[in-house]
């Protein structure tokens, strides 16, 4: 069993930049794929990032592409996502989430979410 932990949201402006942090306890994070997730008031969670377990191998939504980067440091048990040029529309809460296996459709644990609001 692993446990997260965001850190590193916070109100931004548009065009500002943000490293989000996830902090993994518990369980021997460099077996996990790892997940970056974003729910936005009145919508449904959608997903923004994938890493492998390697940290050499990563997959993103076409939305943020381009300007988010999800990295791990499976030294310090930690996942990031850089995330410059911020828009107002990816305001939301932002999960991390582990998973046992390559089904990247299956994540079996959760943070609790770090929240980023960016004004235009």
């Known amino acids: 069993q692993v446990q997260l932990a965001e850190s590193g949201g916070g109100l931004v402006q548009a065009g500002d930049s943000l490293r989000l942090s996830c902090a993994a306890s518990?369980?021997?994070?460099?077996?996990?794929?790892m997940g970056w997730f974003r729910q936005a008031p009145g919508k449904e969670r959608e997903f923004v990032a994938r890493?492998?377990?390697?940290?050499?191998?990563?997959h993103y939504t076409a939305s943020v592409k381009g300007r988010f980067t999800a990295s791990r440091d499976n030294a310090k048990n930690t996942l990031y996502l850089q995330m410059n040029s911020l828009m107002p529309e990816d305001t939301a809460v932002y999960y991390c989430?582990?998973?046992?296996?390559?089904?990247?459709?299956?994540?079996?644990?959760w943070g609790q979410g770090t929240q980023v609001t960016v004004s235009s």
């Open positions: 890493i492998d377990r390697s940290g050499l191998s990563t």
């Open positions: 989430a582990a998973g046992r296996s390559d089904n990247a459709q299956k994540y079996d644990y």
């Open positions: 518990g369980s021997t994070f460099s077996t996990y794929f």
